[in-house]
């Protein structure tokens, strides 16, 4: 059995208040009664139902603050969780708050009444606009083909009432390189050592747009205007993308300027992290001896063939002219070295490869 204390919603109003947004202050006035008693939970049953009373009166000041920041609402349900025992739990059976965000109790228990919460305000709102999907290249007959990469696995636990959510960092045995490619095509017809080859590839892109993905998602310690940059990166990479599937020499050119800034943008964000800097330029080299100073074991050495930061310039512009095959090997060098980039950021909470399992909403059956 464990137990948690929640913290009165006047407080939780102000901590939360101070971590994202000074304007909280407008609606703190009005925040519900405290909860004086501490609540018993206990994993792999259910939660009790006075701890979802009070999660539910805390919710609107929550999702307030969370509309405020013009979070998606599909989005808030995992962020109103974080947030609420960051700030709201002020004390419980586990050793710390991280130790119960990533405890059975949380993702089995507690989380789903967040869930609940955004789908009986919003309804299909919180369903958003479909399952989030990341796009990826890998070479089939010599010619760049798409890969639509879930964020997500979901895997029904009980028909119609659970299912069970997944955050893979690698490619998992139940997706087939089929499912993932686009156009589809036999792979049947394609040599076995060429069928080995294209799976390494796709395993290898997958693995690194779904941790880069987690890495920038899950990052904590990153303000101003860091976190900005930061949730823009991934953007970099789908523009890329996108021009490089045109097959159009003069778009491609321009997606080795996406990869350029998406490889920038990490240099910087981990140098603010670190430092609370801020470093401009385009130049790699500079950033890279600016990170040194914060930051050791960085191997910057694959990105010595790459253009320099007035080359890559003209590349934006199609000044110079690179091949989809040059920005697919831009592509993959830029992933490598995101993913280390990002991998260094600090993370409180890790969810690589962890799972949730959520009652299944009605338009989700």
């Not at 955004?118 to 890998?138: Q, R």
């Not at 993932?180 to 060429?194: G, N, V």
């Not at 953007?235 to 998406?262: Q, R, V």
């Amino acid at each position: 059995m464990s137990s948690i204390v929640v913290l009165k919603s006047s407080q939780l109003a102000i901590l939360i208040g101070k971590h994202l947004t000074s304007r909280l202050s407008r609606i703190a006035g009005t925040a519900p009664q405290p909860l004086n008693s501490a609540l018993n939970l206990q994993a792999g049953v259910h939660m009790s139902n006075e701890l979802k009373d009070h999660i539910n009166e805390h919710m609107p000041y929550i999702d307030q603050i969370l509309a405020e920041q013009n979070i998606p609402i599909h989005k808030r349900f995992f962020i109103a969780g974080k947030l609420f025992v960051e700030a709201a739990i002020v004390d419980s059976s586990f050793q710390s708050n991280e130790e119960l965000l990533g405890s059975e109790v949380y993702l089995e228990c507690m989380l789903p009444l967040f869930n609940d919460w955004y789908h009986e305000k919003y309804g299909d709102l919180a369903k958003g606009i479909g399952k989030e999907v990341y796009s990826g290249i890998a070479l089939a007959y010599g010619q760049p083909v798409k890969l639509n990469i879930p964020a997500t696995t979901n895997e029904v636990i009980e028909e119609g009432k659970l299912a069970k959510m997944t955050f893979p960092h690698h490619l998992q045995e139940s997706e087939t390189l089929e499912k993932l490619i686009q156009p589809k095509f036999e792979l049947s017809k394609m040599e076995e050592c060429s069928v080995k080859a294209l799976r390494s590839q796709i395993e290898k892109v997958v693995a690194l747009t779904r941790s880069i993905n987690l890495d920038l998602n899950m990052a904590s310690n990153i303000n101003q205007p860091a976190s900005d940059m930061a949730q823009g990166i991934w953007s970099h990479f789908e523009k890329g993308i996108s021009d490089i599937l045109s097959f159009k020499s003069e778009l491609a050119s321009i997606a080795c300027w996406e990869f350029h800034l998406a490889i920038e943008k990490s240099i910087k964000v981990l140098i603010h992290s670190k430092s609370g800097n801020s470093k401009h330029g385009h130049n790699l080299d500079d950033l890279i001896v600016s990170l040194s100073k914060y930051e050791d074991g960085v191997d910057s050495s694959f990105l010595s063939g790459l253009p320099s930061d007035k080359d890559a310039i003209k590349l934006r512009y199609a000044e110079m002219k690179k091949t989809p095959i040059d920005a697919f090997n831009y592509y993959l060098i830029a992933l490598e070295f995101v993913g280390d980039m990002v991998s260094r950021l600090e993370h409180k909470i890790g969810i690589k490869n962890g799972s949730i399992t959520l009652k299944m909403a009605p338009w989700a059956r």
